[in-house]
């Protein structure tokens, strides 16, 4: 029998490339959005991934859809949490709704799907948490205090976490990627992009399938040994 995977944020860019993967890899898949209908639309009907809203910010709306992902699809063996939302603005104009709203989502979010699944997870002896966190969350960046902080929080939940779920065969891991050629990144303007694209040794943006083969290796049974890592893919930007 398949495993179940559920991947938040994961009708569009790096979600929507890791949902593939997973699907591609065998495993039952559930995608996970909060607010594009359309884009969820479109993304079922081209991959046949069931799709399900909620918000990751509301702890009960995330209980019920991981009840019901588990109805449909089984228990849950696999969460990629990869929903994110930027509010970016100078500390000094920044307002305690965009601090709140990203935290929400980007930190509470992962504590908010990975706690009602840690239970099954430790009865059946068998859990893979991943979570998407930042390249920002791990050296910061101006104008993204509260992402820097809501991503860096990911790894330091990771580490916790890990040490916690290592005697149960639960793995919990993170993976910080650098700059990735999703819609939102190739949306700026070109000059920006090259200014961006000069800070990367290797020469080029990254492509979301790159982020998505990570994620099935940690997922896979070959993975089984690492725990509490944070994998770095950002093309040398930041050595960690």
């Given at each position: 029998?398949?495993r179940?995977a559920?991947?938040?944020?994961g009708?569009?860019?790096i979600?929507?490339?890791?949902a ?6 065998g495993?039952?898949?559930a995608?996970n ?9 479109i ?13 990751v ?11 019901q992902v588990?109805?449909d699809l ?6 990629v ?6 509010r ?9 709704e965009?601090?709140?709203?990203v935290?929400?989502t980007n930190l ?10 840690w239970?099954?997870?430790?009865d ?8 998407i966190?930042?390249?920002n ?14 991503k ?11 040490q ?8 919990v ?29 290797v020469?080029?943006?990254?492509e979301?399938?790159?982020i998505?083969?990570c994620?099935?290796f940690l ?16 093309g040398?930007?930041?050595l960690?």
């Amino acid at each position: 029998m398949s495993r179940t995977a559920i991947v938040t944020g994961g009708t569009r860019g790096i979600g929507a490339a890791i949902a593939r993967a997973l699907k591609d890899a065998g495993y039952k898949v559930a995608a996970n959005y909060a607010g594009n209908d359309d884009a969820a639309r479109i993304f079922n009907e081209e991959t046949g991934i069931p799709v399900y809203k909620w918000s990751v910010a509301d702890y009960d709306a995330c209980a019920a859809g991981i009840a019901q992902v588990e109805a449909d699809l089984g228990p849950v063996s696999v969460l990629v949490n990869n929903a994110g939302i930027t509010r970016d603005a100078m500390f000094h104009k920044m307002t305690r709704e965009q601090w709140n709203e990203v935290i929400g989502t980007n930190l509470s979010g992962v504590f908010n799907m990975t706690h009602p699944l840690w239970t099954g997870m430790r009865d059946r002896k068998f859990g893979r948490i991943i979570t998407i966190s930042s390249i920002n969350g791990q050296k910061g960046q101006m104008g993204q205090a509260n992402y820097s902080a809501a991503k860096a929080g990911d790894i330091g939940f990771t580490k916790a976490l890990a040490q916690e779920g290592a005697r149960a065969g639960i793995t919990v891991n993170a993976i910080c990627p650098g700059y990735i050629a999703t819609d939102m990144v190739m949306a700026v303007p070109e000059k920006v992009r090259e200014s961006i694209i000069a800070q990367i040794p290797v020469g080029r943006l990254g492509e979301a399938e790159e982020i998505a083969r990570c994620v099935l290796f940690l997922a896979s049974d070959d993975a089984g040994f690492i725990t509490g890592s944070t994998l770095t893919a950002n093309g040398g930007q930041y050595l960690a």
